[in-house]
């Protein structure tokens, strides 16, 4: 079936760029997503990306698509304390309506 | 900005017992969903749901677990004869359309089963 991973773990200092990773296996992956989960709270959809598409631009937040690797990436720009979160990639096909999601990365942004 | 919300944020219940989550997704959307995290897992997507029936499920939701919209904007997940392992997040999600559409997620109702 389908697998989605990311790393558990990230750690940076305020101000800097955040680059969260995520590679997945459907081949047949229509849309990526990525989204945000503070503590207590929901996921927040962030932003998302068609799989015709390698960059997608969204103020602070650069997402970039290598289909043949099958790889996802997450930049945060100038990354602040409050951008401290665990961030989800997901992915979803024309096969149905269900998201695969990945373990979630934890960012933690140091002052 | 239109959310989902659900209700209630945590529920707690005896083993065995019936519980019925509640979810009222955004409101021009038409898909519906429900996911699970247990603590420390990946969220695993339950059900989907669009024009008054299940479009697509997982293996995990069996004949324990049912969903229905009893009115034009409620949607509810009952689990029956709870069990200590159901113990988890569920989330709820709508979306505008199906899977070319992003579906957005409510905060959560935590379940602790005892």
Same mark, same amino acid.
């Given at each position: 079936?389908?697998?989605?991973?990311?790393?558990?773990?990230?750690?940076?200092?305020?101000?800097?760029?955040?680059v969260?990773?995520?590679t997945? /296996?459907?081949?047949?992956?229509t849309?990526?997503?990525?989204?945000? *989960?503070?503590?207590?709270?929901?996921?927040?959809?962030?932003?998302?990306?068609?799989?015709?598409? +390698?960059?997608? *631009?969204? *103020?602070?937040? /650069?997402v970039?698509?290598?289909?043949?690797d099958?790889?996802?990436?997450?930049?945060?720009? +100038?990354t602040? /304390?409050? +951008?401290?979160?665990?961030?989800?990639?997901?992915?979803?096909?024309?096969?149905?309506?269900?998201l695969?999601?990945?373990?979630?990365?934890?960012?933690?942004v140091?002052? | 900005?239109p959310?989902?919300?659900q209700?209630?944020?945590?529920? !707690?219940?005896? &083993?065995?017992?019936? !519980?019925?989550?509640?979810?009222?997704?955004?409101?021009?959307?038409?898909?519906?969903?429900?996911?699970?995290?247990?603590?420390?897992?990946?969220?695993?997507? $339950? !059900?989907?749901f669009?024009?008054?029936?299940?479009?697509?499920?997982?293996?995990?939701?069996?004949? =324990?677990?049912? !969903?229905?919209?009893?009115?034009?904007?409620?949607?509810?997940?009952?689990?029956?004869?709870?069990?200590?392992?159901?113990?988890? &997040?569920?989330?709820?999600?709508?979306?505008?359309?199906?899977?070319? =559409?992003p =579906?957005?997620f409510?905060?959560?109702?935590?379940?602790?089963? $005892?």
């Open positions: 079936g389908e697998d989605v991973e990311q790393s558990l773990f990230l750690s940076v200092r305020e101000g800097d760029s955040s969260i990773n995520c997945y /296996t459907d081949s047949s992956s849309y990526l997503y990525w989204y945000k *989960q503070e503590p207590g709270a929901g996921l927040q959809l962030l932003t998302y990306i068609f799989s015709n598409m +390698d960059m997608k *631009q969204d *103020q602070r937040l /650069t970039l698509l290598n289909k043949k099958k790889h996802l990436s997450l930049r945060i720009a +100038d602040q /304390t409050g +951008d401290s979160a665990i961030y989800f990639c997901a992915e979803g096909n024309n096969a149905g309506n269900m695969t999601f990945g373990g979630g990365t934890r960012l933690m140091k002052p | 900005e959310e989902v919300t209700t209630p944020s945590h529920q !707690v219940t005896q &083993m065995g017992q019936e !519980v019925i989550l509640r979810c009222v997704p955004i409101s021009n959307h038409l898909y519906f969903y429900w996911y699970r995290q247990i603590l420390g897992q990946k969220v695993e997507f $339950l !059900v989907s669009y024009n008054n029936e299940i479009s697509e499920k997982s293996e995990i939701f069996d004949d =324990q677990f049912s !969903v229905e919209r009893p009115d034009g904007s409620n949607f509810t997940l009952k689990i029956r004869s709870t069990k200590l392992e159901d113990s988890a &997040m569920y989330f709820c999600a709508s979306s505008e359309q199906g899977s070319d =559409q =579906q957005h409510g905060d959560g109702t935590r379940l602790s089963i $005892l």
